[in-house]
C-alpha cells in the first residue's frame, strides 16, 4: 500500500529550480572536498518524528494527517514500516534511526514487548534487503513510560533499573541483527531535581555501570556498531547529568568509557545548554569524540526543544565545516530529529520539510568546503596566534617554560608585543560573503 500517492521521488533540479518538490542544493552526486554529498552527509530519517509524532503540544491535540493511522496497534506498527521504506525511497534517504517504541508497542509485559519488536524487525529487515536502506543508530525510550520518572540507570529503583537493562540488551541485539552503524545513549530523565532526595554519587556510578554492562554484552554478542551518547542540557529534567558535551567526555574519562564512546551531537540541544552547534562540534572534534549529528534548530523566543527542521545557512555552514575539519563522521551521520509544525499537518510536509532540511545542509556543505579549501580563518588564526611560535611563545608550547622563566622574561622584556585586533566583525563579513555567493 503506497502512503504518499501524490509525491514522486524527489531529485536535484538545481538552485532556479521552482519546483517545491525538488532539491535545490542537495546533489547525492556532486562531489565535493573528495567525497559525493551522499557520502559527507548520510542522511537519515528519524522514525519517530516523521512517523509517530502527530502534533500534539501542551495546549492541543494531534492534528497530523497520516494514512497509517486508521490502523491500531501492531496493525498501525506493520503499516508504518511500509510507509518508512516509501518516505526514504522517495527521499533519497540512506539511513534511518529508531527508538523501541517508535516501531512496537510495548504491549502488557516485557515478555510481550520483546515480541512485538521481533514481529517488527522481521519486516524492517526484509524492507532493507529489497531497498538497500541501512540503520544509523537505534536506541531505547527509557523516560516516556511512567516507570522512568526517577531515570532509568539513575533511577532510585532497582526494578527499573532492570527493566532499563532489559531493553538495552534487546536493542543492542536488534542493532546486531540490523546492522545498525552506532547505538546511542539518550539519558531522557537522568537527572534530579532537587538534591535533598539524591544521592547523586550512586546515580552516576549506576549509569556508569549500565554503560560498561552494554559495552561487555555487545562484545559478547558481536555488535560492532559505535556506542554514542547524547548531550541535554534541561527537558524535562532539571539537572541533567548529560548536560553538554564537555560534561559528558568528562563523565566518560571518569569512567573508563572514552574509548568506547563518541557523542551524538544535537543543535537544539546545544543551543538550550547556551552553546551554540558548532562549539559543541568543536569541543567534542578536539577530544576526539565527534560521533554523529542531529540536525534541528530551535526558536530564540521559546525556551524548549522544539525540534524545527534545519533551515538557517549561517549555522549549517559552521555545523559542516566542524565536520570536515575532523574529516567527515565515520560511522556516524546526518540524522534529522525534526518535526514539522503542528500547522504543517498534511502528508506532504513532511517532504517539503526534509527537502529544505537537507538543502540547507547541502548549501553549507559546498560553502565550508570553500572557506577551508581557501584557508579564511586557518590562515587568521595562525597569524594572530603566531608569538607562540617563535621565542618565549615556542618555550611555552614545548613545554620548557616556567614561571620564573616567564616572569624573567616579562621583567626584562620593555618592548612587549602590542595586542592586535581579533577583527571579528570583519570575518563574519567573509563568511556572509561566502555564504551569499553563487
Known amino acids: 500500500m503506497a502512503y504518499f500517492e501524490t509525491v514522486g521521488k524527489i531529485k536535484y533540479e538545481g538552485s532556479r529550480s521552482t519546483n517545491p518538490y525538488a532539491f535545490k542544493f542537495y546533489n547525492p552526486e556532486e562531489v565535493v572536498a573528495g567525497k559525493t554529498m551522499e557520502e559527507h552527509m548520510r542522511f537519515s530519517m528519524a522514525y519517530w518524528h516523521t512517523l ?23 496493525d498501525k506498527a506493520k503499516a508504518r514500516v511500509e510507509a518508512a521504506f516509501e518516505f526514504m525511497d522517495k527521499m533519497a534517504l540512506p539511513f534511518y534511526c529508531f527508538h523501541d517504541v517508535d516501531i512496537a508497542p510495548e504491549g502488557s509485559s516485557l515478555r510481550e ?17 529489497t531497498s538497500g536502506k541501512k540503520l544509523l543508530w537505534n536506541t531505547a525510550n527509557m523516560f516516556t513510560n511512567p516507570r522512568y520518572m526517577h531515570g532509568a540507570g539513575s533511577t532510585c529503583n532497582a526494578d527499573v533499573y532492570a527493566h532499563a537493562a532489559a531493553q538495552i540488551k534487546k536493542g543492542l541485539e536488534v542493532g546486531k541483527r540490523l546492522g545498525a552503524e552506532n547505538y546511542v545513549f539518550w539519558g531522557g530523565r537522568e537527572g534530579y531535581e532537587t538534591l535533598l532526595n539524591t544521592d547523586m554519587g550512586l546515580e552516576l556510578d549506576n549509569i556508569a555501570r549500565l554503560f560498561h554492562m552494554a559495552n561487555d554484552y555487545a562484545k559478547e554478542i558481536g555488535f560492532e556498531g ?7 542540557p534541561k527537558e524535562p529534567t532539571k539537572h541533567q547529568y548529560d548536560f553538554d558535551a564537555a560534561t559528558c567526555i568528562s563523565f566518560l574519562q571518569k569512567y573508563e568509557l572514552d ?3 563518541k557523542l551524538n551531537l544535537e543543535a537544539n540541544h546545544a543551543t538550550l545548554a547556551g552553546h551554540t552547534f558548532e562549539h559543541e562540534l568543536r569541543v567534542a572534534r578536539l577530544n576526539g569524540m565527534l560521533g554523529s549529528l542531529d540536525a534541528n534548530q530551535g526558536d530564540p523566543q521559546l525556551g524548549w526543544d522544539t525540534d524545527e527542521f534545519p533551515l538557517n545557512i549561517y549555522d549549517a555552514t559552521l555545523t559542516l565545516y566542524e565536520v570536515l575539519m575532523n574529516d567527515g563522521l565515520g560511522k556516524g551521520g546526518i540524522n534529522f530529529d525534526a518535526k514539522v509544525r503542528r500547522q504543517s499537518f498534511e502528508p506532504e510536509d513532511l517532504f517539503l520539510a ?12 559546498k560553502v565550508a568546503a570553500k572557506l ?3 584557508r579564511v580563518f586557518e590562515d587568521f588564526i595562525a597569524k594572530r596566534y603566531s608569538s607562540f611560535k617563535e621565542g618565549i611563545g615556542a618555550d611555552v608550547v614545548a613545554g620548557k617554560a ?3 622563566s616567564l616572569a624573567e622574561y616579562a621583567l626584562n622584556n620593555e618592548n612587549p608585543r602590542k595586542n592586535e585586533s581579533g577583527r571579528q566583525e570583519m570575518l563574519k563579513a567573509v563568511l556572509n560573503q561566502y555564504i551569499l555567493a553563487e
Request: no cysteine; proline share 3%.
Open 354 to 365: 526534509h527537502i529544505a532540511g537537507m538543502d540547507t545542509y547541502a548549501k553549507g556543505l
Open 113 to 129: 514487548f520483546y515480541a512485538n519488536i521481533d514481529t517488527i524487525v522481521d519486516l524492517l529487515e526484509a524492507g532493507m534487503k
Open 52 to 74: 509517530t509524532a502527530g502534533g500534539s503540544d501542551p495546549f492541543g491535540a494531534e492534528t497530523a494527517i497520516r494514512g497509517w493511522d486508521k490502523y491500531s496497534g501492531m
Open 402 to 404: 616556567t614561571l620564573a
Open 226 to 232: 559505535q556506542f554514542l551518547i547524547e548531550p541535554k
Open 372 to 374: 577551508i579549501e581557501d
Open 259 to 261: 574509548k568506547v564512546f
